[in-house]
């Protein structure tokens, strides 16, 4: 998960069969924004467009910026915010240069989300400092 600045926030580790909506909850609950635990609003590709996700949001009052599938009903869609999803790509394009990760080197999920974690540190470390490029 990261912001709308391409900021890693929090990432989870899952079984490789489990689709990665099982988990949408406990990834938001590992993610504090501040003061407050909730993003404005979640953007996301159609593989969370489910019923139970969109409810689960609207409950919270978190905008939905996710397409729906073509077995379901159209839904309004902010453009313009969904646009911006691929911030979310690029982070994880970034986080794949890092060849402990993308070659998935650690094989114990504890030890791959540390490795995940630290290489979120450097992302945002570059962030922060971008003339730091070490």
């Known amino acids: ?3 709308g600045r391409g ?7 899952t079984a490789g069969q489990a689709h990665e909506s ?14 407050r635990r909730r993003p404005d609003a979640v953007a996301g590709d159609k593989g969370y467009s489910y019923d139970w996700i969109r409810a689960w949001l609207q409950k919270r009052n978190i905008e939905t910026v996710i397409p729906t599938r073509s077995d379901q009903p159209r839904q309004r869609l902010n453009k313009r915010k969904y646009r911006r999803r691929n911030v979310v790509e690029r982070c994880i394009g970034w986080l794949k240069h890092c060849r402990r990760i993308a070659t998935r080197f650690e094989k114990l999920a504890t030890h791959f989300v540390a490795m995940v974690t630290l290489a979120m540190i450097q992302r945002c470390l570059r962030i922060l400092d971008p003339s730091n490029r070490t």
Do not use: C, N, W, Y
């Open 22 to 35: 099982k988990s949408f909850e406990a990834l938001l609950d590992t993610v504090q924004i501040r003061r």
């Open 1 to 3: 998960m990261t912001d």
């Open 7 to 13: 900021v890693p926030l929090g990432a989870l580790a």
